[in-house]
């Protein structure tokens, strides 16, 4: 597997090198997300949180490294596993912890929960339950820039569970047919659920799926920020410059399970083990920022302190923010 | 042996259509295949084909002629050396509606895209449309008479008009100019950009659509007809109906989702299928299902308008009928509100869309036998208009709810639920609900007829409740 991972990489061999204000950046913004998924978790387990709750642990590089490419006025929709998605557009962590808790506090003013956000402000469309149905929807997102000709380029993620869906292709077709402003990124983590891509896709190189109808597709490591940056500038170039859709295949790797209670029998601890130790997006820019002294142990374990301070803000609003009053139950519901 | 060339028929729904034009002149020659004439109805052109050798003996119908019914003979193909004028006097053979299924489109498409809509029974009792102008029109507006397609195509313009965020995609809205002729015109006046034909991928585009509606444009999604959105229900209700909530209020989805809805005629189960319950259940949507060209009008430009998601359910028999409509461009008619179409003070009858013709005929008949019934039409499912049922139900004490969907789970199940609820004391005989048959629609002349509803069976109805004949 990480075979895999590195044939993905840029053509060009080894991504380009990240700025140190990048680097840290990069950092921050992925262990931001790594402590706030392992804060849901916790509150998870002590019944905090219900239902389902899918967490994004191990899969930062990607929509760290792809936010790091759009400009102001891009809109990103995605699936469920959709709390980092949020927190790399802008949102505030409080609000989608208030959420996930189910208070009035969240963004949804505690309506739609772990799989249903929306912030409107910082162009994020969701947050979406149905396996695949975000894809069209992300592609009408496209249309919308197309027809007011704002230039502006929708981000469309979904997984390689997804990628099975019928109305990723019909969404293909319309966007390579009117040349839609839309990067798709699939994220495959090698697992739709429980079932592995092996048992599932006839053909697992996802990125050679907008083949028939001419969209180009790039497979990428996902696990490396600098690749992922890398090849989501010239897909998101490509799409803003009126050429249509271009698809970005993300070899990543989810550590947690696929929601909170799955059994993790369909693959072996040691296979997880290994990606962690070996490949964590994370700890990969930690290593090159110490190793080229671009950053201290010192200057990383305030970041540390600083992004624990936020989550653990937010763990705190999220449990203490109210219910949703009971009259809530009948707003929102038409306009 | 001289043959008949008579007037075909586009579709079982059509009745009559202009001879357009005749490609052949009497004395011709003409072979099997050969085009001898062209007809149009207000929804397709065709081209008549002789289905046997010979000569043009006589040209029977001129072109231009106007209003030809179906089975007219038109021209009469004679044999080398026969006269014309002697077939007229013996049974010849008739050359029977031969054409193809769909010209425009050399086919493919026919069941999807059922040709004309004029039905005999329909058009004669289309009385709703007298009234309505009356009773919620002020007094002095201009009217003008259109069809119930025409107002469709208007409301669509006049909205396109005002306002640029709005635009219709679909199958074959654009150069084909609409299946069934709905947006006839709107690619010449619009362009490409804001009519947009789509490949035959109805969860695609009814997606793309709510993606659209959810960055702000004011989408009109048409639907070929409804029995196809089955193919995009998951975005009409999952990604439309409920983001508003799901969101805590940040997203609209001002959407309209149309197309004809209910039985055509004679196109079998899986083009038949009427879906008034299934978006009647979704709150967060709104769905209305008109039965005149005013209410046509008003209510879709009040749905294009409307910053939540509306299914406009319209009915391809009604499509061809025509009624008096305001003129201009601000004739709006509110969401929700139902109206008394036929006020009286025995019975109520309640219905909406295409059921509003057997109500209203019913009515009619009963009149007759000194029974006077309240009509009311719906025009709008969700929200429902109860208050308006129950008032009239408090004065008649008794109701029979019409549709064309079948029975259980139905509109009319929720109508009867909602007035024993509320209106119990009032009633003297039990709410009844008169329905399509509880069977997927079968193909058989016969058997279709009696899969549906009509005004004799809401005649024996009423007459039950109200314990006559």
């Known amino acids: ?335 | 042996m001289a043959t008949q060339v008579l007037m075909p028929a586009l579709s079982p729904t059509m009745e009559e259509g202009k001879l357009a034009k005749w490609v052949k002149a009497e004395g011709d020659e003409v072979r099997s295949g050969d085009v001898i004439a062209e007809i149009e109805t207000d929804k397709a052109t065709m081209e008549v084909e002789a289905v046997d050798e010979g000569k043009i003996g006589k040209i029977l119908i001129p072109a231009g002629t106007e209003g030809v019914r179906v089975n007219t003979p038109i021209a009469i193909i004679v044999a080398d050396g026969e006269e014309a004028g002697a077939s007229l006097n013996r049974a010849g053979k008739t050359n029977g509606a031969h054409a193809p299924a769909d010209a425009a489109t050399g086919g493919g498409e026919a069941a999807r895209a059922s040709v004309d809509v004029r039905v005999k029974d329909a058009r004669e009792d289309a009385a709703p449309a007298a009234w309505d102008a009356a009773s919620e029109i002020p007094e002095g507006t201009e009217l003008v008479q259109i069809t119930m397609r025409e107002a469709l195509r208007d409301a669509m313009a006049e909205e396109m008009r005002r306002d640029d965020d709005v635009f219709v995609m679909g199958e074959e809205v654009a150069e084909y100019q609409g299946a069934y002729k709905i947006t006839q015109g709107l690619l010449d006046e619009f362009g490409a950009r804001r009519v947009v034909d789509t490949p035959i991928t109805e969860a695609g585009f009814a997606g793309l659509g709510v993606g659209a509606a959810f960055a702000g444009l004011r989408p009109i999604v048409e639907f070929m007809t409804f029995n196809f959105a089955m193919q995009a229900i998951d975005h009409i209700i999952n990604s439309a109906a409920k983001t508003h909530y799901m969101s805590g209020g940040q997203i609209d989805c001002p959407i309209v989702f149309r197309g004809p809805n209910g039985a055509a005629a004679r196109v079998g189960a899986q083009h038949s299928q009427e879906y008034s319950a299934w978006y009647a259940h979704v709150p967060g949507l709104k769905v209305i299902a008109p039965s005149t060209a005013a209410d046509a009008k008003g209510l879709l430009k009040a749905a294009i308008r409307d910053p939540n998601p509306v299914v406009f359910l319209e009915n391809e028999i009604l499509y061809g009928i025509a009624g008096p409509v305001p003129k201009g461009d601000d004739w709006l008619v509110p969401i929700g509100k139902a109206k008394i179409a036929r006020p009286g003070k025995d019975v109520t009858i309640v219905s909406w869309s295409r059921g509003m013709v057997y109500a209203l005929d019913a009515a009619k008949q009963l009149e007759a036998e000194g029974i006077d019934a309240e009509v009311i039409d719906l025009r709008t499912l969700r929200p429902l208009d109860i208050d308006t049922v129950l008032a009239s139900v408090r004065k008649t004490n008794r109701i029979v709810t019409v549709e064309e969907a079948w029975p259980v789970c139905s509109v009319g199940s929720e109508i009867v639920a909602q007035v024993v609820a509320k209106a119990f004391d009032y009633l003297d005989a039990p709410p009844t609900k008169v329905s399509g048959e509880d069977v997927p629609m079968p193909y058989a002349a016969n058997l279709e007829k009696l899969a549906l509803p009509n005004a004799d069976r809401v005649v024996e109805a009423v007459k039950a409740v109200c314990y006559k004949g």
């Open chain 1, 1 to 335: 597997m990480l075979d895999d991972l590195r044939n993905g990489t840029s053509p060009k061999g080894h991504p380009p090198e990240l700025s140190r204000d990048e680097e840290l950046h990069a950092y921050r913004e992925m262990l931001l997300i790594r402590r706030f998924e392992e804060k849901a978790g916790q509150l998870y387990g002590m019944g905090q949180i219900g239902g389902f709750c899918h967490l994004y642990i191990g899969q930062e590089a990607v929509v760290v490294g792809m936010q790091m490419t759009v400009r102001e006025g891009d809109q990103v929709i995605t699936a469920y596993r959709d709390h980092g998605h949020m927190l790399v557009c802008g949102m505030d962590p409080k609000g989608v912890m208030a959420e996930l808790t189910g208070r009035r506090g969240g963004y949804s003013r505690g309506k739609g929960g772990s799989m249903h956000m929306f912030s409107v402000e910082k162009n994020f469309y969701g947050g979406h339950g149905i396996v695949g149905a975000q894809v069209p929807l992300g592609t009408g997102l496209a249309f919308a820039n197309k027809y007011r000709g704002n230039g502006n380029v929708s981000l469309t993620y979904y997984g390689d569970g997804a990628a099975n869906q019928g109305q990723v292709y019909e969404a293909f077709n319309m966007a390579e047919l009117w040349k839609l402003p839309v990067v798709y990124v699939v994220e495959n983590n090698k697992y739709g659920m429980g079932t592995s891509i092996n048992r599932a896709s006839a053909l697992t190189n996802l990125s050679q799926r907008g083949a028939s109808f001419n969209i180009p597709g790039r497979q990428v490591d996902g696990m490396d920020v600098r690749a992922v940056k890398e090849a989501g500038e010239e897909a998101v170039a490509w799409a803003r410059s009126g050429k249509g859709p271009y698809i970005l295949e993300m070899l990543t790797y989810r550590y947690r399970g696929h929601s909170m209670s799955d059994p993790a029998k369909y693959r072996s601890k040691e296979e997880v083990d290994k990606m962690r130790h070996e490949h964590d997006p994370i700890e990969m820019v930690r290593q090159r920022l110490i190793a080229s002294r671009r950053a201290t142990e010192d200057d990383l374990k305030a970041v540390d302190k600083e992004i624990r301070a936020i989550v653990n803000e937010a763990a705190d609003f999220a449990q203490t923010d109210p219910e949703p009053d009971v009259t809530e139950l009948y707003t929102n519901v038409v306009r």
